[in-house]
C-alpha cells in the first residue's frame, strides 16, 4: 500500500467523512489518489478561508474529525486563520499540507512558497495544533499517523499532517486504531463521588454545556443526567443549539442560553445567583462569562474540560468528560428520579407583521421562530456579529458559530458545510461585511448538489463595529447590491426593504429547491437586535465601571 492511500484508509477509520481541499503542486500526487481511490469523496472549494470553516462546519455537525487537503505554504498559511478558530473552539480538524520533499529542501534554491524557512509552515501551525507529524520515514510513520488521528479526537483539536510532494507513492503499512489514552478508573469514581456530594449539598445548583458535550457526541448523555439530577439547564453563548432536538429535550428543564446583562433577566440569574455551576465541556472564555452583571467566582464551580475535572481548587488531571458524565449516571439510578418541574418557557419572538413598515434587524429572530414554529427546528449557521445576536433569540435549533473566536466570515462557507455534512437544506445568518470576505463560495453550490438559504443583514457596515465606537467612521461599507451577486453565480438573490417583501421572500426560498436563495435585507443603518443593544450597553457600562 502507498503512503497516500495508507493515509486515506487512516482518516476513514478515525472517522473521517469527507475531504475538504484545494490543490496545489506540492499535493497534486496525493489528490490523485485521493480522486482515483475514492475512498473518501472530495469536496473543493474556492478559497481555502472558506474551506476551513466548510470543513469546520461539518465536523460540528456529524462528529468524527474533519479533513483539509492543501499546498504548502501559500495554501496552508491561508487555512492560519480557519485553524486558529478550530482550535480556539475545540473542533477535531485534520490539516493535510504538502511539504517539499528531502531532496528539494536540499538543493540550495528558495523554493516557492516557502516564506523564512523551508520549516516555517511547521513552526507557524505548531501554535494552533495540539500534535504534528511529517511523512518523511514511511518505516515509522503509521505509528506516528496514528499518534497525530488520536490526539486529534481525544482533545479534539486540530493536527497537522505534513506529506513531502516526493512520497506519497512510497510503500506504507496500514496506521492502526490506537486504544484510547489510559486513565484511572479510581480518580473518575473519586471525581464522581466528590461532584455528587457538592451537587446533592447545594441550594440552587445549575447545570451548564457548552461545545465539548457536542465535540464528544455526548448530548444524549448528558440529557439524561440532567433529568436525572432535575436540575435547571443553561446553554452557553457558544452552545447555542445544544439539546436542541425535540427528543433530547423532553424531560429536561432548558431554560435558554446564559447572556449575562444581555439576556432574560430570569436567565441570567440562574448562574448569576447559583451556589453550584456544574459546567460541563465549557470553554471559560469574555463571550460565555465576561457579560455577567456579577463576576462568576468560578472556584465555587464545578468544571469538566479539556480533559480535567475540578472541584474548587482539586484538579483531576487526565478525566475525559465521557467517563466522567457516566459515572454520574450510574450514582444516580434512573428509576428513582420523580417528575421533573416544568421549565421557564424560553422568551423567543415571533409573530411577524407582513406589512409595509421598514425591515429592522429584531425582524430577523421573528420570521425564523415562526418558520421554527410551523415546521420545525432546522440547522443554522452564523456568522459574527448582529447576525449571531439574531442566532441568540431564536427557538431552540442546531447552530454552528464561532461565537468565541468571533472571526468574520465563517457563515456561507460553513452553512455549505452544514448542509454536505447533514443533507438537510441549511439557513445561513450573515452581515454584509462578512458576506463580502467568502460570500462568492456560494458560486460553488450548484457543482456541488446544494441549495442552502442565505439571509444578509445589509446595513452598510459593520453594525457589530459602530455598536462599540458609534463615532468612527472605519465601519462604513457601502451598498454592493449582493442580491444581484447571488443572480450572476448560480442562485437567486432578492432585495428586500419591507416586512412584507421579507415574509414574502422568506416563503419563496423554502419553497424553491435546487438552487441556492439569498435573501438581502436592507437594514436602517444604526438598527441592530436588541440582544447587541443589551450586550454593547451592558459592556461599556462594565468599563466605565473600572
Given at each position: 500500500?502507498?503512503?497516500?492511500?495508507?493515509?486515506?484508509?487512516?482518516?476513514?477509520?478515525?472517522?473521517?467523512?469527507?475531504?475538504?481541499?484545494?490543490?496545489?503542486?506540492?499535493?497534486?500526487?496525493?489528490?490523485?489518489?485521493?480522486?482515483?481511490?475514492?475512498?473518501?469523496?472530495?469536496?473543493?472549494?474556492?478559497?481555502?478561508?472558506?474551506?476551513?470553516?466548510?470543513?469546520?462546519?461539518?465536523?460540528?455537525?456529524?462528529?468524527?474529525?474533519?479533513?483539509?487537503?492543501?499546498?504548502?505554504?501559500?495554501?496552508?498559511?491561508?487555512?492560519?486563520?480557519?485553524?486558529?478558530?478550530?482550535?480556539?473552539?475545540?473542533?477535531?480538524?485534520?490539516?493535510v499540507a504538502g511539504c517539499p520533499g528531502a531532496l528539494e529542501a536540499q538543493n540550495g534554491l528558495v523554493l516557492h512558497h516557502q516564506v523564512q524557512h523551508v520549516d516555517t509552515q511547521w513552526r507557524i501551525f505548531r501554535e494552533i495544533t495540539c500534535d504534528q507529524v511529517r511523512i518523511s520515514d514511511p518505516a515509522h510513520a503509521p505509528?506516528?499517523?496514528?499518534?497525530?488521528?488520536?490526539?486529534?479526537?481525544?482533545?479534539?483539536?486540530?493536527?497537522?499532517?505534513?506529506?513531502?510532494?516526493?512520497?506519497?507513492?512510497?510503500?506504507?503499512?496500514?496506521?492502526?486504531?490506537?486504544?484510547?489514552?489510559?486513565?484511572?478508573?479510581?480518580?473518575?469514581?473519586?471525581?464522581?463521588?466528590?461532584?455528587?456530594?457538592?451537587?446533592?449539598?447545594?441550594?440552587?445548583?445549575?447545570?451548564?454545556?457548552?461545545?465539548?458535550?457536542?465535540?464528544?457526541?455526548?448530548?444524549?448523555?448528558v440529557a439524561e443526567l440532567a433529568r436525572r439530577l432535575q436540575l435547571p439547564v443553561l446553554t452557553t453563548f457558544m452552545g447555542r443549539g445544544l439539546l436542541a432536538e425535540g427528543q433530547l429535550l423532553e424531560g429536561v428543564q432548558l431554560h435558554g442560553t446564559y447572556l449575562g446583562i444581555a439576556g432574560d433577566a430570569r436567565t441570567t440569574a440562574l448562574l448569576d445567583e447559583s451556589d453550584l455551576p456544574v459546567m460541563l465541556g465549557a470553554i471559560l472564555s469574555d463571550v460565555n462569562f465576561g457579560v455577567s452583571a456579577e463576576k462568576?467566582?468560578?472556584?465555587?464551580?464545578?468544571?469538566?474540560?479539556?480533559?480535567?475535572?475540578?472541584?474548587?481548587?482539586?484538579?483531576?488531571?487526565?478525566?475525559?468528560?465521557?467517563?466522567?458524565?457516566?459515572?454520574?449516571?450510574?450514582?444516580?439510578?434512573?428509576?428513582?428520579?420523580?417528575?421533573?418541574?416544568?421549565?421557564?418557557?424560553?422568551?423567543?419572538?415571533?409573530?411577524?407583521?407582513?406589512?409595509?413598515?421598514?425591515?429592522?434587524?429584531?425582524?430577523?429572530?421573528?420570521?425564523?421562530?415562526?418558520?421554527?414554529?410551523?415546521?420545525?427546528?432546522?440547522?443554522?449557521?452564523?456568522?459574527?456579529?448582529?447576525?449571531?445576536?439574531?442566532?441568540?433569540?431564536?427557538?431552540?435549533?442546531?447552530?454552528?458559530?464561532?461565537?468565541?473566536?468571533?472571526?468574520?466570515?465563517?457563515?456561507?462557507?460553513?452553512?455549505?458545510?452544514?448542509?454536505?455534512?447533514?443533507?438537510?437544506?441549511?439557513?445561513?445568518?450573515?452581515?454584509?461585511?462578512?458576506?463580502?470576505?467568502?460570500?462568492?463560495?456560494?458560486?460553488?453550490?450548484?457543482?456541488?448538489?446544494?441549495?442552502?438559504?442565505?439571509?444578509?443583514?445589509?446595513?452598510?457596515?459593520?453594525?457589530?463595529?459602530?455598536?462599540?465606537?458609534?463615532?468612527?467612521?472605519?465601519?462604513?461599507?457601502?451598498?454592493?447590491?449582493?442580491?444581484?451577486?447571488?443572480?450572476?453565480?448560480?442562485?437567486?438573490?432578492?432585495?428586500?426593504?419591507?416586512?412584507?417583501?421579507?415574509?414574502?421572500?422568506?416563503?419563496?426560498?423554502?419553497?424553491?429547491?435546487?438552487?441556492?436563495?439569498?435573501?438581502?435585507?436592507?437594514?436602517?443603518?444604526?438598527?441592530?437586535?436588541?440582544?447587541?443593544?443589551?450586550?454593547?450597553?451592558?459592556?461599556?457600562?462594565?468599563?466605565?465601571?473600572?
Amino acid at each position: 500500500m502507498t503512503v497516500g492511500l495508507s493515509l486515506l484508509r487512516a482518516l476513514k477509520s478515525h472517522g473521517a467523512r469527507e475531504i475538504f481541499g484545494i490543490p496545489g503542486d506540492f499535493v497534486l500526487p496525493l489528490f490523485k489518489q485521493i480522486e482515483e481511490s475514492a475512498i473518501l469523496p472530495l469536496v473543493t472549494l474556492s478559497h481555502e478561508p472558506g474551506l476551513g470553516f466548510a470543513a469546520d462546519a461539518a465536523v460540528r455537525m456529524h462528529g468524527g474529525i474533519g479533513v483539509t487537503v492543501v499546498t504548502y505554504g501559500a495554501g496552508a498559511l491561508n487555512m492560519v486563520n480557519a485553524v486558529a478558530n478550530a482550535y480556539a473552539e475545540r473542533v477535531p480538524l485534520v490539516i493535510v499540507a504538502g511539504c517539499p520533499g528531502a531532496l528539494e529542501a536540499q538543493n540550495g534554491l528558495v523554493l516557492h512558497h516557502q516564506v523564512q524557512h523551508v520549516d516555517t509552515q511547521w513552526r507557524i501551525f505548531r501554535e494552533i495544533t495540539c500534535d504534528q507529524v511529517r511523512i518523511s520515514d514511511p518505516a515509522h510513520a503509521p505509528d506516528e499517523i496514528a499518534r497525530v488521528l488520536r490526539h486529534c479526537r481525544e482533545y479534539s483539536l486540530p493536527v497537522l499532517i505534513e506529506v513531502p510532494r516526493d512520497i506519497t507513492q512510497a510503500a506504507m503499512g496500514e496506521v492502526p486504531v490506537l486504544p484510547a489514552t489510559p486513565y484511572s478508573d479510581e480518580a473518575v469514581a473519586e471525581c464522581a463521588d466528590e461532584w455528587m456530594q457538592r451537587i446533592q449539598a447545594a441550594r440552587h445548583p445549575v447545570l451548564v454545556v457548552d461545545v465539548e458535550v457536542r465535540r464528544f457526541g455526548l448530548e444524549a448523555r448528558v440529557a439524561e443526567l440532567a433529568r436525572r439530577l432535575q436540575l435547571p439547564v443553561l446553554t452557553t453563548f457558544m452552545g447555542r443549539g445544544l439539546l436542541a432536538e425535540g427528543q433530547l429535550l423532553e424531560g429536561v428543564q432548558l431554560h435558554g442560553t446564559y447572556l449575562g446583562i444581555a439576556g432574560d433577566a430570569r436567565t441570567t440569574a440562574l448562574l448569576d445567583e447559583s451556589d453550584l455551576p456544574v459546567m460541563l465541556g465549557a470553554i471559560l472564555s469574555d463571550v460565555n462569562f465576561g457579560v455577567s452583571a456579577e463576576k462568576i467566582d468560578f472556584r465555587r464551580a464545578l468544571i469538566a474540560a479539556q480533559r480535567e475535572a475540578r472541584v474548587g481548587h482539586h484538579v483531576y488531571p487526565n478525566l475525559p468528560l465521557a467517563a466522567l458524565v457516566e459515572a454520574l449516571l450510574q450514582r444516580i439510578p434512573a428509576a428513582t428520579r420523580a417528575r421533573a418541574p416544568a421549565p421557564m418557557p424560553i422568551d423567543a419572538p415571533g409573530g411577524l407583521v407582513a406589512d409595509d413598515e421598514p425591515v429592522r434587524a429584531a425582524d430577523v429572530s421573528r420570521a425564523i421562530n415562526d418558520r421554527i414554529r410551523a415546521h420545525g427546528p432546522l440547522p443554522i449557521a452564523s456568522d459574527m456579529g448582529d447576525c449571531l445576536f439574531a442566532a441568540m433569540e431564536l427557538l431552540p435549533t442546531t447552530l454552528v458559530a464561532p461565537g468565541y473566536y468571533a472571526t468574520m466570515g465563517y457563515g456561507v462557507p460553513a452553512g455549505m458545510g452544514v448542509q454536505l455534512a447533514t443533507g438537510e437544506r441549511s439557513l445561513t445568518l450573515v452581515g454584509d461585511g462578512a458576506f463580502q470576505m467568502t460570500g462568492l463560495e456560494l458560486g460553488n453550490c450548484a457543482r456541488l448538489g446544494i441549495d442552502p438559504i442565505v439571509i444578509v443583514l445589509n446595513n452598510q457596515s459593520w453594525e457589530m463595529i459602530r455598536a462599540f465606537q458609534p463615532e468612527s467612521r472605519c465601519s462604513d461599507l457601502g451598498d454592493w447590491h449582493l442580491a444581484r451577486v447571488a443572480d450572476a453565480i448560480g442562485g437567486r438573490g432578492q432585495r428586500v426593504r419591507t416586512r412584507r417583501e421579507f415574509k414574502a421572500a422568506l416563503d419563496a426560498a423554502f419553497a424553491e429547491r435546487g438552487r441556492f436563495q439569498l435573501i438581502e435585507l436592507m437594514i436602517p443603518p444604526g438598527d441592530s437586535t436588541p440582544t447587541l443593544k443589551r450586550f454593547s450597553d451592558g459592556i461599556h457600562a462594565m468599563r466605565a465601571r473600572r
